[in-house]
């Protein structure tokens, strides 16, 4: 006769520990991907938004009236399904828009601005402390 084989106490605990360890690796594989795709999407968002506002203004809409109507700009121009959805950044937050130098307009979130001062102090970038002026010529 067979003797029935039955998994001890120490086995079940190494099999959950093994499972807890490989579950925490993807969680934090998990965070890194979620934290690139919030900041892709930002920038790409960055982009868009201002090109279609400053089609609004080649249009002959006023630059001061299109920074302070965004959604407005951006739901006429029919390039925008949900303009209240697409002014949010990847963290859900409303986008800072304004009008940069001459007839321009800038598109910025604090946020994307965080985590781009964090990422640079973790590979030990150098902090330049930006003025307006300077994030007007460096990016939207």
Known sequence: MKKKQTLTLLEIMIVIVLIGLIGSVIGVNMKGSLEQGRVFK????????????????????????????????????????N?????????????????????DITVRSEKLKVYNKKRNAKIGKPQLEETDEQEEDGKN
């Not at 089609?55 to 630059?63: K, P, Q, T």
């Not at 303009?83 to 007839?103: C, H, N, P, T, V």
Request: charged share 30%.
């Open 42 to 81: 930002t920038e790409k968002a960055q982009e868009q938004i201002r090109d279609i506002l400053m089609l609004e203004v080649a249009r002959g809409a006023s630059v001061d009236d299109v920074v302070q109507n965004p959604k407005k700009y951006l739901s006429a121009s029919g390039l925008v399904g």
């Open 83 to 103: 303009a209240d959805k697409f002014i949010l950044d990847g963290w859900g937050e409303e986008f800072e828009i304004k009008q940069g130098r001459g007839s």
